[in-house]
């Protein structure tokens, strides 16, 4: 059973930059997965921010908007969420999920793997 565990949440300035990691532990399994980071505000639907597949290839959400960036350390086995440039309006748990797999969902509804969640506060 693939495990997920996210760190590097916090508080940052309007502006600031906060980097998200989450381990992945595929246990004994040896199979392709695709990596994404959802986040939740209180209120609202959960929601896509960005995924990356088995061959490095990203997706980012709309209102990314070139701030975020997603990368993954094979040999750490980490999946990583750099966001720079933040706005209040970032502010929400973020999740990191995994499904089997090559592509490039956005749609929470497919993955069945998800991590507790790292809470994101950005104050104006």
């Known amino acids: 059973q693939v495990q997920l565990l996210e760190s590097g949440g916090g508080v940052a300035h309007t502006g600031g930059s906060l980097t998200l990691s989450c381990v992945v532990d595929?246990?004994?399994?040896?199979?392709?997965?695709?990596r994404a980071w959802f986040r939740q505000a209180p209120g609202k639907d959960r929601e896509g921010v960005a995924v990356?597949?088995?061959?490095?290839?990203?997706t980012y959400a709309d209102f990314v908007q070139g701030r975020f960036t997603i990368s993954q350390d094979n040999a750490k086995k980490t999946l990583i969420l750099q966001m720079d440039d933040l706005k209040p309006e970032d502010t929400a748990m973020y999740h990191c999920?995994?499904?089997?797999?090559?592509?490039?969902?956005?749609?929470?509804?497919?993955?069945?793997?998800w991590g507790q969640g790292t809470q994101v506060t950005v104050s104006s």
């Open positions: 595929p246990g004994n399994a040896d199979v392709m997965l695709s």
């Open positions: 999920a995994v499904r089997p797999g090559n592509d490039r969902y956005l749609d929470a509804g497919r993955y069945s793997i």
């Open positions: 990356i597949n088995h061959s490095a290839l990203a």
